[in-house]
């Protein structure tokens, strides 16, 4: 596709379900971030993936927060024992080597 | 460590009105700058961006900032504004991981 996919666009799960969201990058594009974005706030940076280097994680909010990058490809966000406040948009992006960040549409994940 | 401050949460000016959001940023490192766009229910759009070069970088949409060095700022401007100006504009620093750091956002309400 011409650009960063995410899926699913929406969910909503229980509290104490886990989840799983799906970022598809760009072609080509070595580098994958996930941010998150709750409501009335801006944007948290999660996680940073480049190449087969170890991914900052520096931004997780907790231990229930992890995500798996294979090679170049597709990336999957995963939150265990999901809690109310992980209530947000969940955003992906791509980029080549000194390129700007493209965005996917993002998942909004509620959680009740 | 990075942070940027969009100093505005609300910005209410009315259409053909000239407007500037305001963004400071504070980084020990090369920074690199941006400004995105989120129209409602739309997802991020890159509007302009600082990398190096000229302090004024014009971006889509009749937007131009400003980088000004020894203010830390990278203000966001346009001449005239039209009622389709009403989004949600966030600024943004990345050193050479390209990983974001965000500000709060400020929206922008164009009133007839």
């Known amino acids: 596709g011409a650009g960063v996919s995410q899926s699913p666009s929406n969910k909503v799960t229980e509290k104490g379900k886990d989840v799983e969201l799906r970022c598809d990058p760009i072609?080509?594009?070595?580098?994958l971030y996930w941010y998150r974005q709750r409501l009335g706030q801006g944007l948290e940076f999660l996680i940073y993936f480049q190449g087969n280097s170890a991914p900052d994680k520096s931004g997780l909010p907790s231990d229930r927060f992890s995500a798996e990058r294979t090679g170049e490809s597709v990336s999957t966000l995963t939150i265990q024992r999901t809690q109310q406040e992980d209530s947000a948009v969940y955003l992906c992006a791509s980029r080549r080597t000194d390129s700007e960040q493209f965005f996917g549409p993002g998942t909004r994940l509620t959680v009740l | 460590a990075q942070s940027v401050t969009q100093l505005d949460s609300q910005v209410p000016v009315f259409e053909e009105a000239p407007v500037e959001l305001r963004c400071n940023y504070s980084s020990s490192v090369s920074v690199y700058l941006f400004w995105y766009v989120q129209y409602p229910n739309q997802g991020l759009q890159l509007l302009l961006k600082?990398?190096?070069?000229?302090?004024l970088v014009k971006g889509i949409n009749g937007f131009e900032a400003e980088f000004n060095k020894s203010q830390t700022s990278f203000h966001l401007r346009k001449p005239s504004v039209h009622i389709s100006d009403t989004a949600e504009y966030f600024c943004?620093?990345?050193?050479?991981?390209?990983?974001?750091?965000f500000g709060q956002g400020t929206t922008l309400q164009v009133k007839p």
């Open positions: 600082y990398l190096s070069g000229s302090t």
């Open positions: 072609s080509g594009h070595t580098a």
């Open positions: 943004a620093a990345s050193g050479n991981t390209g990983k974001l750091i």
